[in-house]
């Protein structure tokens, strides 16, 4: 059963037992599965309207959507999204970590775009519902996990240049293996200054699509320079290093770590939260400050700098070995550094309930069993 207190009613219309994937074939599409691919039977859509606020709260098999052509989401891009991973525990319940934060950056997200705000509550009920309708889904392979997929938009139909009055609130969930493949070896970063993903003023710091499409051309470059991702440089001098692509970054001197400060350019990222958390109870210092490209590189040839490492929702914690620039490259590292070694099981051991839960991260979306 679904662990929540429940805000608004609520309509489950789940698929029957004859009509659900039979066991064999969901084994087979978990066995490696591709990021964003193997998403599962059902979702959860909530609808607000001005006149009506937040109403029918439905678990709905998962299927294709009917929109308008008008519709002002797809026109003038009110879309915003979170992205959050729920664990199997060791007595087989499910729980998300730290839903309630993601929830609150939804909120901030959703204001930054003039959109109706989702509670806390809500959002937590829609997670425990999906879990609940599918639980069967939420791996126990040690490299897994569910990943979650809330998102709001403008279902308002007209072409009116303004912040719609009805919107619509969907919840997916998916099986995903680490975002760069378990045990994957240092990702290398491109750095170039053709593209900005963001300026003072903007919305950088929310989660919406818009971010993301503006980010494709540069994450294309990156590719074409033999890179999986991009650094992002501030919009004005294009030398302040400022987050990667979907994810924050941080600078390992020795046991001191160093991550570019939130400046309303960059995504508070929740992982990121989590390492500025858990490096003191690691023997690890913490700074906030600005770093520009040209100090990582001579950081880096110095010996002083003795990591890099990328955090996310989908890539957890993931070191860096070489950002390659439109003048040359530098070289980071050649395996995973310790630190973001140590970072990273300390995240896992309490995402997947084997240490106690000193923060009170782990939200319980279904009760113990299978």
């Given at each position: 059963?679904?662990?929540?207190?429940?805000?608004?009613?609520?309509?489950r219309?789940?698929?029957?037992?004859?009509?659900?994937?039979?066991d064999?074939?969901?084994a087979?599409?978990?066995?490696?599965?591709?990021?964003?691919?193997?998403?599962?039977?059902?979702?959860?859509?909530?609808?607000?309207s001005?006149?009506?606020?937040?109403?029918?709260?439905?678990?709905?098999p998962?299927?294709?959507?009917t929109?308008?052509?008008?519709?002002?989401?797809?026109?003038?891009?009110?879309?915003?999204?979170?992205?959050?991973?729920?664990y199997r525990?060791?007595?087989?319940?499910?729980a998300?970590?730290r839903?309630?934060?993601?929830?609150?950056?939804?909120?901030?997200?959703?204001?930054?775009?003039a959109?109706?705000?989702?509670?806390?509550?809500?959002?937590?009920?829609?997670?425990a519902?999906?879990?609940?309708?599918?639980r069967?889904?939420?791996p126990?392979?040690?490299?897994?996990?569910?990943?979650?997929?809330?998102?709001?938009?403008?279902?308002?139909?007209?072409?009116?240049?303004r912040?719609a009055?009805?919107?619509?609130?969907?919840?997916?969930?998916m099986?995903?293996?680490?975002?760069?493949?378990e045990g994957?070896?240092?990702?290398?970063?491109?750095?170039?200054?053709?593209w900005?993903?963001?300026?003072?003023?903007?919305?950088?710091?929310a989660?919406?699509?818009?971010?993301?499409?503006?980010g494709l051309a540069?994450q294309v470059?990156a590719?074409?320079?033999g890179?999986?991702?991009?650094?992002?440089?501030?919009?004005?001098e294009?030398?302040w290093?400022?987050?990667?692509?979907?994810?924050?970054i941080?600078?390992?001197y020795?046991?001191?770590?160093v991550?570019p400060?939130?400046?309303?350019?960059i995504?508070?990222g929740?992982?990121?939260?989590?390492?500025?958390?858990?490096?003191?109870e690691?023997?690890?210092?913490?700074?906030?400050?600005?770093?520009t490209?040209a100090?990582?590189q001579?950081?880096?040839?110095?010996?002083?700098?003795?990591?890099?490492?990328?955090?996310?929702?989908a890539?957890?914690?993931t070191?860096?070995?070489?950002?390659v620039?439109?003048?040359?490259?530098?070289?980071?590292?050649?395996t995973?550094?310790?630190v973001?070694?140590?970072?990273?099981?300390a995240?896992?051991?309490i995402?997947?309930?084997?240490v106690?839960?000193?923060?009170?991260?782990r939200?319980?979306?279904?009760?113990p069993?299978?």
């Open positions: 059963m679904a662990v929540a207190s429940k805000t608004i009613p609520w309509t219309k789940l698929l029957p037992a004859s009509h659900r994937i039979p064999a074939e969901l087979a599409r978990t066995t490696l599965p591709v990021f964003g691919e193997v998403l599962t039977e059902h979702m959860v859509s909530v609808r607000w001005a006149t009506r606020g937040w109403h029918d709260a439905e678990v709905v998962y299927a294709p959507l929109m308008d052509p008008a519709m002002v989401g797809l026109h003038y891009g009110q879309i915003v999204f979170e992205g959050l991973k729920a525990q060791p007595d087989g319940s499910i998300a970590f839903a309630a934060d993601h929830a609150r950056r939804l909120q901030r997200s959703a204001a930054r775009l959109m109706p705000e989702p509670p806390v509550e809500l959002f937590l009920d829609a997670l519902e999906l879990a609940a309708a599918d069967r889904w939420a126990s392979v040690e490299s897994q996990s569910l990943y979650l997929r809330p998102i709001l938009y403008a279902t308002e139909t007209t072409l009116a240049l912040p009055t009805e919107y619509r609130f969907l919840a997916l969930a099986v995903t293996e680490a975002f760069f493949g994957a070896p240092p990702v290398s970063v491109w750095a170039g200054t053709r900005v993903r963001a300026a003072t003023g903007g919305t950088g710091e989660k919406c699509a818009g971010n993301y499409a503006a540069a470059e590719g074409a320079h890179c999986r991702q991009v650094v992002w440089l501030d919009a004005a294009h030398r290093v400022e987050e990667m692509g979907g994810m924050n941080f600078f390992v020795g046991d001191r770590l991550t400060p939130l400046s309303g350019t995504l508070p929740v992982t990121r939260a989590s390492v500025l958390a858990l490096a003191p690691l023997g690890l210092t913490v700074e906030e400050r600005q770093v490209l100090q990582w001579a950081d880096c040839r110095s010996g002083a700098m003795t990591e890099a490492f990328a955090c996310g929702t890539a957890l914690i070191s860096i070995g070489r950002v620039t439109e003048s040359g490259e530098i070289p980071v590292g050649e995973s550094g310790p973001a070694n140590r970072l990273g099981v995240l896992a051991d995402q997947r309930g084997r106690p839960d000193r923060h009170g991260w939200h319980q979306l279904t009760g069993g299978r």
